[in-house]
Structures are given as C-alpha cells and as structure tokens.
C-alpha cells in the first residue's frame, strides 16, 4: 500500500465464495461494522480434476460480495471474515481489498478524494450501484460525459436503508452494478454527470466509487497503455 | 465441493420429507406390505440419483441452448422466424410429451373415444404452437401479461359457458399435461434468452416469466374448442380397480422399465433434434462446447429414465395403498390432512420446480429467494390436495365452482401484486404438475376415491390437476403481495 494514503482511506473488499454464502458473509460483515453491501453472481472453474472435467462438471456458481468501508474496519473485517468461514483452507473462497479513491452518495463517508498521490493513475474504474432499472440510465448520463460505455452486471444488495425481513430471511433490493473504465481526466466529469442524472446525493438512490487503474487495454482511442 | 455434489445434497433435503412422512403413515396409521417399504425406500434412492442427474444435465444443456436459441433467434430481428420457430417448438416438443399423450388418452377413453386421442394430441399441440408464439410476440413487443392473461382468460370463461363442467375440467387437467418436465426448462430458457437481449433490465426480467403461463392457457382453450365441434358430450366414466398387491421387490421396475425407456426418449428427443439442427445450420459450436451440451443431454436423459421408473415404480402403488386404507377405515379428517401434508412435501421433489426456483434466483439475482418460493409453492399444493380429497367426501361441491372462484382470486391478484409475481405465478401454476404430482398424488386421490363410495373414481380425480395447477398461482401472487409491503425503504 502507498505510504502517502491518509487514515480515512476507503477500501474496497472483494468476497468470492460458493454460492449461497454471500447472504451469511454480509451479514457477518455488518456486525463488524461494514454498513452495506452488494451481491452477484459468477461461474467459477474446478482446475486440475480430470475426471470432474470429463464428465462435464467443470463449472461451479459462485457470489460475489462487494463491500466498502473505512481502511480499519475493512482490514478487521477480513480478518474476522477469514476466521469465520475458514478462508484460509483450500477451496473456501478468496477474499481481498483494494484501495478506493473518491466516493460519492455514501452520507457515512464524507466526499473525500486521495490526495498526495505522487503519480496520478492513467486511468479509473468507476463503480456505480443503483437500483435494478436505473443501469441504463447511468450509461446514458457516462456516455453523455465522454464515456465509450459500460458493462452491466445484475446484483442484490443491502444497505442501512433497505432491510426488511419475511419469515425470517432478509430481503435484499435488486441492484445493478455498472463498471466504466475511462481516462482519469474525464472521470471528474463522469462521476459528476452520474451524481447529477442519478439524484445521488438523496439518501438509498445509489452509491459512485473510484478507483484507480494502472493499465489498460482495449479503449479504442487510446492505443497506447 | 463441487457442482454434482451440492446438487445432490439440494435434491436429497427435498426428497427426504416426502420419505419420512411415507414412512411415518406406515408406522402410525397403516401397516403396509414389507416389499412395498423396500420397494418405496430404493425408489425414493433412484429418484434421489435420477433427480440429480436430470438437473445437472437440464443445467449444462437444455438450459443453454434454450438460452442460446432464444438469443439467435432474437438477433435475427425477423418476426417472421421467431413466429415460425415458436410454432414449430411447441408443436413438436408437445406433440411428444409423455404426460399429453397419457392424458389424450385417457380423456379418449373417458369420454368414450368420441374425439379420439390423436386428433386431441394435434390439436392440443397446435394450440400451444401458437401459444407459444404469441408468447414469444409478449417478449418483443412488450405486452404486459397481465392484460394477455386476462383476455385469454376471459375466453376460457366464455367458452366454459358453453362446454359441460366435465370437459372444462378436462381441458384444466391438459394445461397441466402440456408443460412437461424437459418442455419447462426448454421453454424458461428460450423465454429468458429473447428477453435478456432488453435493454430495459427491468422489462428484461418481468418477461423472462409467463410464457409457461400462456403456453399452459393454450391447451385450455384447444381443448374447450374442440369439445365445441363434439355437441355429444356424454362424459362415461371408465371404472378402475385396485391394483393387485405385488410382493415382488424388484418385479415392477423390470415389467415399467421399456414403457419409461420409451416415454424418456420421446421427451428428450425433441429438443435434441433441435440441438443437432441449430448446431449443423447455425452454432457451429467449437466441438468442445458441443460435446458439453451433449454430456447434459445424457445426463438428463439418464436421471430423467431412472426418476420416472422409480416413481412409477415405486411411488404409485404405495400412494394408491395410503389412500384406500385411509378412507376406507372412515378416517375422514385424517384423509384430508394427510393429503395437505403429501402435497406439502411432493412438490418439493418435482424436478421442474427445481428448475423455476433456479431461474427465479438466477433471473433476481437472489432478491426472490427460492425458499420463499418453495414455501408459496407447497403450501398452494397442499391446500389443493386437501381440497380434492375433501370434495370426494362432498359430492356437491363441483370442481368448477372452486376453479371458478379460485381463478377470479388469481385474475383479481393480478392487478396489485409486483408484476414479475404474475409471471412466476403463473409459471409455477403450470411447472407444479409434474410427473411426481401426477403419479404419487393422483394416486393418493384415485386410492381415497377407491376407498370411498360415494365418489367416482375417474372423474373426481381427474379434478385434482386442475387444482394443483390453480393453488400456487394464487399463494405465489400473495408472496408477491408481502414482498411488496415487506420491501419498501424504510427510513427515508
């Protein structure tokens, strides 16, 4: 990690596990002290099980936890995420954090932006949660900005403001999550736009994140890295 | 862990009750054969094999080149192709289904083959053609499913006007026949493939539900229509005895297996046709992706053998037996409650329930969680179980006074609930009669009818489908009802 990160730094956690275990995982996050989180799914691979592979069960579904907290509670809560559900033995699922630069909609974190930072990164990853049928929306005000695009992906999520229970399980709000990779110099004026569109600054409309990418490939107008 | 393992683990939770509650009646209430335990312990273990199997197969194949049919279909951007697909799909995937051509020919001898079974198959199948294909112009040109359900409905309503109470229950049973355990996955995966190329994500998800629905209200209205053109609607009930009691453990796997053999290969051989052709003129799949599917293709066909030979094997009989012995001996009220429970824990070894469940979560992304969905589901079974056994008691009550009442609840539901609800309602209705239900609960009901004088036995069991396919169309749409008050933000 960069020594220049001040101590509020926001960070990222990354949860791959089986599925069905991502309800347990949040759950278990909230209580230490993480205040929301978003859920997906993947498809994961079985390698090196010749046999499992032949007969065509090469393939396992897996959830996806994205969780955001402050530098502290975040790294404690892997701790206690690893302990918890074993993460540490083979084949309980991975689970990793990565810093975050700038956040927007969030009213438990304060707007703040890293600063400091000795080389400003190429390019950004701007993560955008939203309730499920704003996806495109958030694309539209993007490309607006100057963004080439972005990427889907179906989510269920919690946070402060949504939970409620039904015979004891919780009900968690369908979420969308869109990934846009874009040149940091416009991400200003990304993120703006989005917040602008989207209403974000209103408490449960959505949550904008940044983070900072040191390579890229494949945006057509930059050929270079 | 890995995926054969976990699905074996879910399927084997959900035949555990329905083995238990079996096991339970027999040391309580009756005391059955010792072969008949045995025999119903190894089939509860084959269907257990056969069930995991058939999904994992369903999983690796029929979902994915429903999935995938369904995309190149969409991006041709040619109405006329996904019209003449859509026809061409439910004809011939129905035309072949085990459970219609059982069901056309029984109605044929019921009603003393005055419209003989095959012209009942080519009609019901050519009904839901073209079913499906308005299903397929739902997708497209977003019309919500609600105002099809209602209009298709109404004309149910209309044509039941004209047709005797017995046919109208008949044509009921066959919107259960139709949607058969290798259709449903088929048809779900195909539906999601077309809508999951909206941009809307919203609309995307509402229609990837539904087409179940209207699939299943086509076979309604084929069949009221052709009793339309029979004006001689003498109904006579065919009589059916009890079955012998066969000591023999193993015995009736043997004397079942080529008549199975034969049903599985006619379900599956449809949809495989369909495979190699798309795969020849349009995929081109990379052989490795190929030879994928085809693995699913025989899993499914393999778990697909040995679940329908265990349940018919094994499960038939002692179902028959359970309810004889019980309305034999007069015990009214534990008939009644046995059925609710029976139904409460068959359902959730259907195999394609497993299917809708799995879609549900994959299309919400778990927001409708599948155990909420089982609970729906089963407590709609069990009380439509329930109510078939207690109508054999009350004559009076005719079955069409409660479709009657039931279906303008579930019509009137439609209007408030979330409008995915409706769909998966609606869905559910048609996926839970299965083959578990119509062997193992038909039976039960046939037994209780056998056991009771009053009744006759075709024709008041016949009801039972109907029922079970109503239920949970209206226990689904008042879950969507609480997830929609349960759900709201709260603290803004």
Not at chain 2, 117 to 126: K, N, Q, R
Request: aromatic share 10%.
């Amino acid at each position: 990690m960069n020594d220049s990160l001040n101590k509020n730094n926001l960070t990222l956690i990354f949860v791959i596990v089986y599925s069905k275990m991502a309800s347990k995982i949040l759950k278990y996050s909230k209580k230490c002290g993480i205040s929301g989180g978003t859920i997906f799914y993947g498809t994961g691979t079985i390698p090196n099980n010749k046999i499992l592979g032949l007969l065509g069960f090469d393939e396992v579904n897996k959830e996806i936890v994205l969780m955001l907290g402050e530098k502290e509670v975040a790294y404690h809560t892997l701790e206690m995420l690893n302990v918890k559900f074993k993460l540490y033995k083979p084949n309980h699922g991975i689970a990793f954090a990565l810093p975050v630069s700038q956040i927007l909609g969030s009213n438990l974190f304060s707007e703040e932006r890293r600063e400091n930072k000795v080389e400003k990164p190429k390019y950004n990853l701007v993560f955008t949660i939203v309730d499920r049928g704003n996806a495109e929306r958030v694309i539209d005000a993007a490309v607006l900005a100057g963004s080439k695009g972005g990427t889907i992906i179906n989510a269920r999520g919690s946070g402060i403001h949504e939970t409620s229970k039904l015979f004891n399980m919780e009900i968690s709000p369908e979420k969308e999550v869109v990934l846009i990779v874009c040149d940091s110099l416009k991400t200003d004026q990304i993120t703006k736009k989005i917040y602008e569109e989207l209403e974000i600054e209103k408490p449960g409309n959505g949550i904008i994140f940044v983070q900072d990418v040191d390579k890229a490939y494949g945006l057509y107008n930059n050929t270079e890295l | 862990m890995n995926a054969l393992k976990r699905k074996f683990l879910e399927v084997l939770y959900s035949v555990l009750p329905i083995t238990f509650i079996v096991l339970i009646l027999n040391f309580t209430y009756l005391s059955l054969d010792f072969s008949v335990i045995i025999r119903f312990l190894l089939a509860s273990v084959m269907v257990v094999i056969g069930l995991s199997l058939f999904l994992i197969g369903v999983d690796i194949g029929v979902s994915v080149l429903g999935n995938k049919v369904g995309e190149t279909i969409t991006k041709t951007n040619k109405i006329s192709i996904i019209l003449i697909v859509g026809l061409i799909f439910g004809f011939i995937i129905s035309i072949a289904e085990p459970g219609l051509v059982i069901f056309t020919n029984q109605t044929a001898s019921v009603t003393d083959n005055q419209i003989s079974s095959s012209t009942l198959l080519i009609v019901a199948s050519l009904g839901i053609g073209i079913f499906l294909m308005i299903a397929f112009i739902r997708i497209i040109y977003n019309i919500p499913l609600y105002i099809l359900l209602f209009i298709f409905y109404s004309i149910i309503f209309m044509l039941g006007i004209f047709s005797n109470p017995e046919l109208l229950v008949i044509a009921f049973d066959a919107s259960g026949a139709t949607t058969g355990v290798l259709a449903v996955p088929f048809i779900l995966a195909l539906a999601f493939g077309i809508s999951r190329m909206k941009k809307d994500s919203k609309a995307s998800e509402k229609d990837s539900f539904g087409t179940i629905a209207i699939v299943s209200v086509g076979a309604v209205i084929s069949v009221l229509i052709l009793g339309l053109f029979n004006k001689n609607q003498n109904l006579t009930p065919a009589i059916s005895e009890l079955p012998i009691l066969e000591t023999r453990i193993f015995y009736p796997f043997f004397v079942q297996f080529n008549s199975i053999a034969k049903q599985s290969i006619l379900a599956i051989l449809p949809i495989f046709a369909i495979y190699l052709l798309f795969q020849f003129l349009i995929f081109k799949l990379s052989k490795r992706a190929f030879v994928k599917i085809f693995k699913g293709f025989i899993y499914s066909f393999v778990g697909l053998l040995i679940f329908l030979l265990a349940v018919n094997a094994g499960f038939m009989d002692i179902g028959r037996l359970i309810g004889y012995f019980l309305a034999h001996n007069d015990y009214q009220v534990i008939v009644v409650i046995v059925g609710f429970t029976l139904g409460i824990v068959t359902i959730l070894a259907e195999p394609a329930v497993h299917v809708l469940t799995h879609q549900i979560e994959n299309v919400t992304t778990g927001y409708i969680s599948k155990s909420s969905v089982l609970v729906a589901l089963s407590l709609g079974v069990g009380i439509a179980v329930g109510l078939s056994v207690m109508r054999l008691f009350n004559p009076a009550i005719k079955i069409w006074y409660i479709l009657l009442i039931g279906y303008l609840i579930a019509l009137g539901l439609m209007f408030i609930v979330p409008k995915i609800f409706v769909g998966i309602a609606f869905d559910a209705g048609g996926v839970a009669t299965g083959p578990l239900t119509a062997t193992f609960i038909l039976a039960y009901v046939i037994g209780v009818a056998n056991g009771t004088e009053s009744s006759n036995v075709i024709l008041d069991s016949f009801g039972m489908i109907s029922l079970v396919a109503l239920t949970p169309i209206i226990t689904l749409q008042l879950l969507g009802l609480v997830f929609k008050i349960k759900a709201k933000k709260g603290g803004l």
